[in-house]
């Protein structure tokens, strides 16, 4: 099992930053791979960002130029720098993170960009 506990939600104005935070605990060598999937009301769950355990990186066209995946193998977590948010971006952002069988999920933060 594993445990994933997100951070760094909330409201920024337009153009504005954001940096979220996904730790996860429990069976971590098991993780294969860590990221961001967000969801915006009436739309469907979009991948936004994924890091791979070799190190490969993966961004969504959307968002591709203004978000950076990183990680702390020592903390175990997962970082999203958001730069030039803009009003489209508000959403729900999901951390995930896959092994072997069903993805593991955190619970979720709000991101919403508004003046």
């Known amino acids: 099992q594993v445990q994933l506990v997100e951070s760094g939600g909330g409201l920024v104005q337009p153009w504005g930053s954001l940096k979220l935070s996904c730790a996860a605990s429990?069976?971590?060598?098991?993780?294969?791979?860590m990221g961001w999937y967000r969801q915006a009301p009436g739309k469907e769950r979009e991948l936004v960002a994924s890091?791979?355990?070799?190190?490969?990186?993966n961004y969504s066209d959307s968002m591709k130029g203004r978000i950076t995946i990183s990680r702390d193998n020592a903390k175990n977590t997962v970082y999203l720098q958001m730069n030039s948010l803009k009003p489209e971006d508000t959403a729900v952002y999901y951390c995930?993170?896959?092994?072997?069988?069903?993805?593991?999920w955190g619970q979720g933060t709000q991101v919403t960009v508004s003046s």
């Open positions: 995930f993170a896959t092994a072997l069988g069903p993805a593991y």
């Open positions: 429990g069976s971590i060598a098991s993780i294969f791979a």
């Open positions: 890091i791979i355990k070799g190190g490969s990186i």
